[in-house]
């Protein structure tokens, strides 16, 4: 088993701490955040757009505290860790656990600086070590088995895409604090809608062009996204809309609409448990497999790769590099 520390016990922090235990090939030695005796507080009151599981208490009363990176890097013979703070803090975090020769799992976004980025992707290589962004949407079933229908051509050629993404503005944790500091979060661009910014350039690559109108928010310029992506060598038209300029208490929702040549299909986290397949004459469900169960795949498929040592090829660092210049492309 490999041992991992968690940094952050915030919503994605408690999300993946539930993963981690799950594992059979990782091992939580360690979480660190600034309030430590505040875990079990955050624990019994729960913050977040949808729940992701839940964590025993008891298990969790196990695992060593530390108020901050540095004890815990020199007091633990860790493996990797894996990094769950405010984005403002993710090149700083990830250079200095990688320097101290330390795999690492950062939450997206990777960073809103690219030459940080870029610099963070180039020190993973000189370490040697696994550097890989969480972008859970490659990890959840129904998107797995979209991909698996555009790269199979079960319906034909995919002629046009449709994905979208809403939530009220967030009104938890740091999230509240962040208002006051204007674009610092980048917005639901950079926190939202880059899921499925993401998705796409991983199944479709980076699209020919970008037309995008966008709306402010509370956090930043553009909050709200709608934008029209060309494939003109594909002869495909891909729309991503969404946002969180909502009142805090707006459900969480997401989904797609596919068009292929023989079959138009629909997932939507309003009925999670099913697709729908419709054509001229027919109209089908099956079953999608659960959305959530992306969290706990994603970090699965980081413990196979850092326990091979083996590079993360379905989520490289370039890849995510590249997503954070398509965000910008959007603007």
Request: charged share 20%; hydrophobic share 40%; glycine share 8%.
């Amino acid at each position: 088993m490999k041992k991992v520390a968690i940094l952050g016990f915030g919503f994605m922090g408690m999300t993946h701490t539930e993963s981690v235990l799950r594992n059979s090939e990782l091992d939580l030695v360690a979480i660190i955040d600034k309030n430590p005796k505040a875990v079990e507080e955050k624990l019994l009151s729960p913050t977040g757009n949808f729940a992701t599981g839940n964590i025993s208490q008891d298990k969790l009363s196990r695992i060593k505290r530390y108020s901050n990176l540095d004890d815990c890097l020199e007091f633990e013979e860790l493996d990797a860790v894996l990094i769950c703070v405010h984005t403002d803090l993710h090149h700083e975090m990830t250079k200095k656990v990688l320097l101290h020769g330390k795999h690492v799992f950062l939450e997206k976004p990777f960073c809103l600086d690219m030459q940080k980025a870029e610099e963070l992707v180039a020190l993973a290589k000189e370490q040697e070590r696994i550097l890989m962004i969480g972008h859970v949407v490659r990890f959840m079933p129904p998107y797995q088995r979209l991909k698996e229908f555009i790269a199979g051509g079960n319906f034909g050629a995919l002629k046009f895409l449709s994905l979208s993404r809403y939530s009220g503005v967030p009104a938890w944790g740091e999230w509240v604090e962040r208002r006051a500091s204007f674009g610092s979060t980048g917005g639901a661009l950079f926190d939202l809608l880059i899921h499925d910014i993401d998705f796409v350039n991983y199944v479709l690559g980076i699209p020919g062009s970008i037309t995008c109108d966008y709306l402010p928010g509370i956090l930043s310029k553009h909050d709200y996204v709608s934008a029209l992506w060309s494939y003109f060598d594909k002869n495909i038209k891909v729309k991503i809309e969404g946002g969180n300029i909502f009142h805090s208490n707006f459900p969480f929702q997401a989904g797609y609409m596919a068009n292929f040549e023989h079959a138009s299909i629909q997932y939507t986290t309003l009925r999670g448990d099913v697709i729908q397949i419709a054509t001229d004459t027919t109209l089908e469900e099956i079953p999608s497999g659960q959305a959530g169960d992306g969290f706990y795949n994603e970090i699965a498929y980081f413990a196979q790769c850092i326990n091979r040592n083996m590079p993360p090829v379905d989520c490289m660092p370039e890849s995510a590099l590249q997503t954070i210049q398509l965000c910008y492309d959007h603007l």
